[in-house]
């Protein structure tokens, strides 16, 4: 399997513009979750999907942050407008959280780099 | 809450013993979880810890648990200048829905000296 795959890897981008981050989970996996990561607050959660339907949202910062899963294999987190305290890396991660919690655990993608200049 | 702490920052010179300390929330938590972050890249799994378990060594890795105080740590034994990354402590909780969800740390930068 080639993993949780994101998009972009890195972007650049002015404030008040629209950005749009893309996720792919692993196949078979039924939970997806999109973490951010600055230096001063480290890792956040900030949403987490299971079986494609919202379950918790309240780590999304601000009506500014807006997150979908259309369907098993796609996900995107959306920030509109943008402003320069968003630049973060923003991590998506899934598991198949169906039975028991096991050692298998969750797995993470490389990240997007965003900074908002 | 949710919370799992784990300070910010920690700095061993090569060679040295590495203790890395994290504290968790829900006593109930099955697996407790290390995770390394090398630069630029995503979070892998280090180890992990079934909550029976007191204690797990795996090569220069180990891991004491104290269900009592919900206090986790990290042991890395000659620490080397590959070893920094950060490092994430990470709980599983599981929900009245039948689902769970991972809650991780906000992650120990660890700094090796040569």
């Known amino acids: 399997d080639a993993g949780v795959i994101q998009s972009p890897r890195h972007e650049v981008t002015e404030m008040g513009q629209e950005v749009t981050l893309r996720c792919k989970p692993i196949?078979?996996?039924?939970?997806l979750f999109w973490y951010r990561q600055t230096m001063m607050r480290g890792l956040e959660l900030l949403i987490y999907f299971n079986n494609n339907v919202p379950i918790d949202d309240s780590g999304m910062p601000e009506d500014r942050f807006s997150a979908k899963m259309p369907n098993a294999s796609f996900s995107t987190l959306k920030i509109q407008p943008s402003e320069p305290r968003d630049s973060a890396v923003y991590f998506c991660a899934s598991t198949d959280s169906t039975g028991e919690p096991r050692r298998d655990t969750i797995y993470f993608g490389e990240g997007s780099w965003l900074t908002v200049v | 809450g949710e919370d799992v702490e784990q300070s910010l920052f920690l700095s061993v010179r090569e060679g040295d013993s590495s203790v890395i300390n994290c504290t968790y929330t829900?006593?109930?938590?099955?697996?407790l979880y290390w995770y390394k972050q090398e630069p630029g890249a995503g979070l892998q799994l280090l180890t992990y810890i079934f909550s029976n378990m007191d204690m797990k060594q795996d090569q220069r890795l180990t891991v004491l648990l104290n269900k009592k105080d919900k206090h986790l740590s990290l042991r890395i034994a000659d620490t080397q200048t590959g070893d920094s990354a950060i490092y994430f402590c990470?709980?599983?909780?599981?929900?009245?829905?039948?689902?769970?969800?991972?809650?991780f740390g906000t992650g120990t930068r660890l700094k090796v000296l040569a």
């Open positions: 829900d006593s109930s938590s099955t697996y």
């Open positions: 196949s078979g996996h039924n939970s």
């Open positions: 990470a709980e599983v909780l599981i929900l009245l829905s039948g689902t769970y969800k991972y809650i």
